[in-house]
């Protein structure tokens, strides 16, 4: 089976004047459906060792968590957020 390719997406949202919520997000591309991976949290003030924290944290989730085959998949990207938000909040 060839491996599945996927784009990746970030959509922010603000949360007050220091503070914002990051959503990571893949397309599958050969399907056209979206998948969250997670939601990250930023406050200012905003370091470099949390943005090196960050980047690391998503590259090991994408590699060691084959969730994205196993997770619900969404025509939308709005409508993956908003079920990926009922589910975690």
Known sequence: MAE???RQIYVWTRHGHKSAKRYTCFEN???NLFHIQSADFFHLPYSKKTKEDHAAQLVELFIEDDGLRQRAAYKSLSEAIRKFDDQFS
Do not use: P, V
């Open 29 to 31: 591309l050969e399907t």
């Open 4 to 6: 599945q390719l996927y």
